[in-house]
Each structure stands twice: as C-alpha cells, then as structure tokens.
C-alpha cells in the first residue's frame, strides 16, 4: 500500500489495484464531555470546515507537507486504511506502506510521519521523497544517466528537483503552495473590497478562475462571491474578475519561480544541458493552476509541460516504486 499523506488531499494506492481513495486531509473531532472522539473523516469532515459549533472542531492535521498533529494524523491514516480494506479488520493487519515525504523535511518530521503510520497498524513503513514520486509517477527518466527537473506544487509546499540515476541531485522545497495561494485571495478580498470570506470560498475561487498571469484582454472571466462585510458586518455579495485573482496570486507564483531559478542556478553544468532538450515538468494539484507553466516559460526560457495527471502523479509513482523492484533503491527506512 502506497500513501500520498498530502496537506490539502490524501491518496492511497493498492497493489495490483490503482488509486483506491482520494480525499480531503480533514479529520473531524468531537468532544463530549472532555472525551476526544473522531466524527468525520476526508470528505465528509472538509464539508464541515468553517461550520462547526463549538463543540466539534474540523483539524488538517498536515501543515507544509508535514504532520503538524500526530494523534489526529494517527486517526486519520487508520480510517483511510480501514475505508481501503472495506473496514474487515484482520485482512489489513500488517501492510507494507509506502508514504512520500518532502525533501526538506526534518529527521524528526520524518520520525512523526513512520510513527503515525506504525501505530495505524503497518507492519513495515518505508519512506520515499515527494520530488522522486512525482517523477516516477509522470514516467520521466529517473533511472537513466539523463537529468530531470521536476516541480511538485502541493497544498503546502512546493518541490523543486533534478533527477539523475535514482537519486536527488539537487532540491529545494519552498513552504509555499495550494493553502499559500488561497490565504493570498482571502486576504486580497478583505484589504480591497472589505468583505471576509472562509477558506473553502477561497479555493473555490481558485479552482474556478484562479490564474497564474494576468489575462489577454486585462480582465477576463468574472466570478460573483458572498462573505461578510467588515464595515456593516451583514453577509454581502461582491463580484471580481481573473485580473484581480491574478494580481492576488502574483506574490505567491513568484515564491514559485524563485525556487526553480534557484534549483536551475545550483544545477551541474552536465545536468542543466540535459533540462535544456528534457524541460521541466510541473505534477501536483498546483500545476492546475492556469497559465502557471506560461509563468515558469516566460521566466526560465526552458520548455515547461505540465503531467497528464498532475494531482495522482506522488501516489501513482509511490505505488511504483513499491511494486517495481527497479525502484526499490528511491524507497528510505527512515
């Protein structure tokens, strides 16, 4: 079983059977009478985000790639396992998981990480870094001789990596992702026009017309969005349009761009030759983001694709590399 432990989406590859589950990194607690018990979990915990009374509380137990809440983690990885073996207890006793890490993270993080997934019932736990899932899993070279540069936008980090024979030849991780861009709309909306709006209205906005570069005709498709006003303090209904949401993500696409001109900078001479005729691919559910690849052309001159599946691209590679044994070397024990 391979696990993509993502901070906005988890997804869960089987053996011989593909991605089996994909959901929100939500857990929903409860507390009754002092005792902590999980109510929801993925889905059904992401549709109570911002609408909890006091007595219910929805967690994203992952910040920046990284569990940021063991004991909620814990909880929610054993119901992701559970939910995958359709809840018959002794078939998923002692499974072999793969789960992907970012390549900044910490030996402590990572510790966090082969716990939670020990204690959720897995009999062995082997690491693998988000960089080289990703390249696995958009079928780039990885094993050969050839450099490859592969940028992972994630909800909380983005990856920035060359590839060459197995092996990470240079990364960098940015702490700036998926939550970054919609912190960056809900604040735009509050400073210019006045009006709070949640996280969820916020991603909405992003999926629907978020864009990376300001749009041909300067203003572009227009989007209508409620919240509450902070002068009146009554809920409102406001319009804006692509440039503006261009304008908010600028801040956060040029963190984007700043990591790979630094990876292109730190690059061997050998390698940047090879990423000159490979280009750079973009995976994760940031490279959904519209004209984002435009971006990255503009500023780097190198071609820029974007993979056929960007978001299952770290779960496809790591349930690779645990059934390939050609990629048996990628997989960490600690």
Known sequence: MAIDLGTANTLVYVRGRGIVLNEPSVVAIET???????????????????KTPDSIEAIRPMRDGVIADIDVAEQMIKHFIQKVHGGKRRAWRFPEIVICVPSGSTK???????????????????????????????????????????????????????????????????????DKMDEAIASYVRRNHNLLIGESTAERI????????????GKGETI?????????????????????????????????????????????????????DQGIVLTGGGA??????????????????????????????TGRALEDPMFRGVLQTA
């Open 206 to 217: 992003k999926k629907e017309v978020g864009i990376a570069k300001m749009p041909a005709d």
């Open 108 to 178: 402590v993080e990572r510790r966090a990480i082969r716990d939670a997934a020990s204690n959720a019932g897995a009999s062995q736990v082997w690491l693998i870094e988000e960089p080289m899932a990703a390249a696995i899993g958009a079928e780039m070279p990885v094993t050969e001789p050839i450099g490859s540069m592969v940028v992972d936008i994630g909800g909380g980090t983005t990856e920035v990596a060359v590839l060459s024979l197995r092996g990470l030849a240079y990364t960098t991780s940015v702490r700036v992702g998926g």
């Open 32 to 50: 009754i009478a002092g005792v902590r018990k999980v109510r929801a979990v993925g889905d059904d915990a992401k549709l109570m985000m911002g």
């Open 288 to 317: 959904l983001l519209k004209g984002i690849d435009e971006v990255l052309r503009d500023a780097t001159g190198l071609p820029v694709s974007v993979a056929d599946d960007p978001l299952s691209c770290v779960a496809l590679g």
């Open 224 to 276: 209508h969005i409620k919240g509450r006003d902070l002068v009146n303090g009554v809920p409102k209904e406001i319009a804006i349009t692509q440039s503006q949401i261009a304008e908010a993500l600028s801040e956060p696409v040029a963190a984007i761009v700043e990591g790979v001109r630094i990876a292109l900078e730190n690059t061997a001479p050998e390698l940047a030759a090879d990423i000159v």
